[in-house]
C-alpha cells in the first residue's frame, strides 16, 4: 500500500542487534498507522510484568501515514512505551523535524528494548542503522548534544535527532525527549525509559522516497487549506492587552459554534500563548495549584505575562515539518541565560503552570525555567505541577527548610522555583524527592502530617494529578468534557485528546453520521450532565484525535475543523483507499480501545485514573468565574465508556466489542483481544461486586 514503509526496525540494546520486521498490511488497514502501530507492536511484545524502566519494555519512535507524502500539518511523531509514570500505556506527541527522517530512513518505526551496558546512540542513513558510543555525550542537555552529534555527523545529509537530557539520564519519570533543539514529547516519562535503556539519542539520516497514491489530489488538498491560512492574519492594532476580552467572551455561559479557521490568527500572531490572559479571566486556566482563581492572581499579575511581551523577544517565528502556521517561535535570552540566543518560545503551559499556577508573574524567571526545562529534558506540566505541590507542603508544615537544604518556597517567588527546578532536573537534595511528580513525591512524603502538630492535611491533599500524571494546564470545572478525557483516556491528564471546545470548532457532524450537531447557540450548563449526547461528543473526539495520531496529523489542524483540514479526503488520496469517514472514525476508535486493552494487560484498573477533586470541584470553588462548579465526573466517565463500547463501570472494553472491531484477528500471536478482553471484564466486574454489561448498548442521541 502507499503512504507508509510497511516495515519496522527492532533494535536490542542488550545485544547490540537490529533485525528488520515487515507489518501485515491488514496492521495498516485496521489501525492506519503511528500511534496505532506503536499500539499493534507494543500490546503483543511487552510482557504484562515488565518494568517501565527494566529490559523487557519497548520505547518506540514511530511516524504517520500521512507524513511526507505532501500533505500539511503532519509533521508530528510519537514516543510510545509502556509508562513509568502511570504503569499503562505511554505516549508522548512531538513536532519538530523528525517525523519524515524516520520514514525517510525505510520505516515506519524504531522500536527499541533491553539496555545497553553503556551509553551509546542509534544512527541509520545510507549505510544502514548501527549503534554508536555516546559515552561522550552522557552529561550533556539536550541541544548541546544533538548540535554535536549533528557537527560529528560523517553523511552529507543533516540528520535529525531525538535526544534526553540529565533529567532522561537520571531516570526522572516526568522527563521527556528533545527534537530540533527544544521542541518536547515531553509526557508519560518516555525521557526516563530512554535513559534507563542508556540510549543518549537517536539520529536519523535517511534518503529514502515516501510512496503517495495521488499525489496531485494531497497537493490540491493542500494548497487548499494553505491558501485559508495565509488569510487569517490579525490586523496590526490588534494587541494582547484584548485578550482578555476575548477571554470574557469565550467564558459567557451561551456554547457558540464557530469557524475555528477564524481563531488560526491568533496562532500565527502569538501561537498557543495567546491564552495567557485569555484563560485566567475565564476560568480556563488553574491557579495557585487548582485552588485558586483570578482573585489570587488579578490583572496587575497576568497583564506581565501579556503575549506581547513573550513574541518581543521572538527572532523569527517557527515552523515544524510541512506546518503553514507556525506558531512556535525562537527567542533570545542572552541577557537572561548568557550566549542563549536559540531557546523556543515558552508555549501556553510553561507559562500558566510557572505563571498562575505558581501565582508568579516574573515573565523573566518563566522563560529561564523554560529554557532549563527544554535544555535538561523535563516535562514543564509536570515540573510546574510537582513546583506548585512542594510550595503548598511547604506552606502548610509538610515540608520544611530542613527537607529544602534552607530553600525557601512561597507562592509567586520565581527566582526559588528556578533552584528548585535546577535540582529537580539534577535529582539533588529536595530535588530527589521531586524529579519523579506530585503522586511519587506524595508517597514518599508518606504519613507526615502539616502544621507540626500530628493534625494537619496529608500531602496527597495537594498532589493534583489524574492516574500519577499532572493535567494540562486547562481547568475541567470550566469544560466538563475535558475533564472526562483527563480521566478515560488510556493516558490519563492529558488536555490535548478533546473538549468541548474542541469539538464545537471541529465540525465533525459535517462528516460523520452519528457525531451530534452543534450548529445554534446553546447553554454551556448542559456541558455538566452525564447525557448521552455529551458521551457521543467525547467518544467523537477520542476517536477523533486517535486518527490524527495515526496519520501524524497536528491537533491545531485538527480542531480548525473537517470542512478545512480535510483528514479523511488526505487519508484516501495517500493510501489508495476509498472509506468513509465513519470508516476512520471507527480506525480511531480500534486505536482507542487497543490502548485500553494494553493497559487492562498490564494490570491497570481504568477506575484508578481519578481524577484529584479539585480538578472536578470537591469541594467547589467560592470566588472567580469557577464559583460553585462541580462535575460529576464517575457518571460522566461511566456515560463516555459505556458509548465506546467499554464497560460503564469498569472501562474494560466488552468482548463483543473487540470482536465487532476485529482485533481478535488483527492480533495475532496474542491470545486474542476478544478473549483477553472478556477475562478482563469478568474480573473487573467481580471486583466492582456486579455482572459486566453484556452487548446491550441501549439507544443513543444525536444525529
Keep these: 500500500m502507499k503512504g507508509v514503509m510497511g516495515k519496522v526496525l527492532r533494535v536490542d540494546l542488550t545485544e547490540g542487534t537490529m533485525r528488520e520486521e515487515r507489518i501485515p498490511e491488514a496492521v495498516y488497514e485496521q489501525l492506519i498507522g503511528g500511534v496505532g502501530l506503536g499500539a499493534y507492536y507494543l500490546y503483543q511484545h511487552i510482557p504484562a510484568d515488565a518494568d517501565p524502566l527494566g529490559p523487557e519494555n519497548i520505547l518506540g519512535f514511530v511516524s504517520g501515514l500521512l507524513t511526507g507524502t505532501g500533505s500539511v500539518m503532519t509533521g508530528r511523531w510519537m514516543a510510545v512505551c509502556k509508562s513509568p509514570l502511570t504503569g499503562g500505556w505511554g505516549d508522548a506527541n512531538c513536532g519538530g523535524n523528525l517525523a519524515p527522517a524516520i520514514k525517510q530512513s525505510g520505516y515506519d518505526a524504531v522500536f527499541f528494548s533491553g539496555v545497553s551496558d553503556k551509553p551509546v546512540y542509534f544512527a541509520v542513513d545510507s549505510k544502514g542503522p548501527r549503534l554508536e558510543d555516546a559515552a561522550h555525550l552522557w552529561g550533556m542537555d539536550t541541544i548541546t548534544a544533538e548540535q554535536t552529534i549533528i557537527a560529528e555527523y560523517p553523511g552529507r545529509k543533516r540528520p535529525s535527532v531525538a535526544v534526553i537530557g540529565p533529567a532522561g539520564e537520571n531516570r526522572s519519570l516526568i522527563s521527556g525527549i528533545s527534537n530540533d533543539l527544544g521542541r518536547f514529547a515531553a509526557r508519560s516519562g518516555v525521557g526516563a525509559v530512554m535513559g534507563s535503556k542508556k540510549l543518549k539519542a537517536a539520529a536519523f539520516a535517511g534518503i529514502r522516497k515516501i510512496s503517495c497514491a495521488f499525489p496531485d489530489t494531497v497537493k490540491e488538498l493542500s494548497k487548499e487549506y494553505s491558501a485559508k491560512i495565509r488569510r487569517q492574519n490579525l490586523p496590526p492594532i490588534v494587541k494582547g492587552g484584548a485578550l482578555p476580552l476575548l477571554g470574557k467572551a469565550l467564558g459567557l455561559p451561551v456554547g457558540i459554534p464557530l469557524d475555528a479557521m477564524l481563531t488560526t490568527g491568533l496562532f500565527k500572531k502569538w501561537g498557543t500563548i495567546y491564552n495567557n490572559a485569555a484563560g485566567v479571566v475565564n476560568g480556563d486556566s488553574p491557579l495557585k495549584n487548582w485552588s485558586g482563581s483570578k ?12 503575549p506581547d511581551n513573550i513574541i518581543g523577544r ?3 517565528k517557527y515552523h515544524c515539518y510541512s506546518c503553514v502556521i507556525g506558531c512556535g517561535g525562537i527567542c533570545d ?11 523556543h518560545k515558552p508555549e501556553y503551559e510553561t507559562v500558566c503552570v510557572f505563571g498562575g499556577d505558581l501565582l508568579n508573574d516574573d515573565l523573566d524567571a518563566i522563560f529561564i525555567i523554560n529554557d532549563m526545562c527544554n535544555r535538561g529534558g523535563i516535562d514543564t506540566i509536570s515540573a510546574g505541577s510537582t513546583a506548585a ?21 512561597n507562592w509567586g517567588d520565581g527566582k526559588s522555583v528556578i533552584e528548585l527546578v535546577r535540582r529537580m532536573i539534577a535529582r539533588e537534595g529536595i530535588g ?10 506524595a508517597l514518599r512524603l508518606g504519613n507526615r502530617n502539616g502544621n507540626g502538630n500530628g493534625n494537619g492535611d496529608r500531602a496527597e491533599k495537594y498532589a493534583v494529578h489524574a492516574g500519577g500524571q499532572e493535567p494540562g494546564l486547562h481547568d475541567s470545572r470550566f469544560d466538563p468534557l475535558l475533564g472526562v478525557h483527563f480521566a478515560a483516556d488510556p493516558t490519563p491528564g492529558r488536555h490535548t ?24 447557540p446553546y447553554a454551556k450548563s448542559s456541558d455538566y450532565l ?31 475543523g473537517v470542512q478545512h483540514w480535510k483528514i479523511f479526503e488526505y487519508i484516501n488520496a495517500a493510501s489508495g483507499w476509498d472509506r468513509t469517514a465513519d470508516d476512520y472514525m471507527e480506525a480511531g476508535l480500534r486505536v482507542q480501545t487497543l490502548r485500553q486493552l494494553f493497559n487492562i494487560k498490564h494490570g491497570i484498573d481504568p477506575r484508578s485514573f481519578k481524577l484529584h477533586p479539585r480538578m472536578y470541584g470537591d469541594p467547589p470553588l467560592t470566588e472567580g468565574p469557577n464559583k460553585g462548579k462541580t462535575v460529576p465526573i464517575e457518571e460522566m466517565v461511566g456515560e463516555h465508556w459505556h458509548m465506546m463500547g467499554w464497560d460503564r463501570r469498569t472501562g474494560v472494553p466488552l468482548e463483543q466489542t473487540a470482536v465487532e472491531l476485529g482485533l481478535d484477528l488483527l492480533l495475532a500471536g496474542a491470545a ?14 467481580a471486583g466492582a461486586g456486579g455482572e459486566g454489561e453484556g452487548g446491550s448498548k441501549g439507544d443513543v442521541d444525536g444525529k
Excluded at 467523537?540 to 495515526?550: I, R, S
Excluded at 486474542?672 to 473487573?684: E, F, L, S, V
Design 530 to 560: 452525564p447525557s448521552k449526547t455529551n458521551a457521543l461528543k467525547t467518544k467523537a473526539n477520542a476517536c477523533y484525535k486517535a486518527l490524527t495520531d495515526t496519520v501524524g496529523g497536528c491537533m491545531f489542524a485538527m480542531i480548525t
Design 314 to 316: 521572538e527572532t523569527r
Design 389 to 409: 505541590f512542594a510550595i503548598e507542603c511547604f506552606q502548610n508544615g509538610l515540608l520544611t527548610k530542613k527537607d529544602t537544604d534552607g530553600l525557601e518556597l
Design 333 to 343: 535570552i542572552s541577557d537572561l541565560v548568557p550566549g542563549t540566543t536559540h531557546s
Design 672 to 685: 486474542g483481544a476478544a478473549k483477553a478482553a472478556g477475562a478482563a471484564d469478568a474480573g473487573a466486574a
Design 497 to 520: 485528546i478533546g473538549a468541548g471546545l474542541y469539538y464545537t470548532i471541529s465540525h465533525l457532524w459535517e462528516k460523520v453520521s452519528w457525531a451530534p450537531r452543534v450548529t445554534r
Design 295 to 306: 482573585v489570587d492572581y488579578p490583572a496587575e499579575s497576568y497583564r506581565k505575562i501579556n
Design 432 to 441: 530527589d524527592l521531586l524529579a519523579d511528580g506530585t503522586k511519587q513525591a
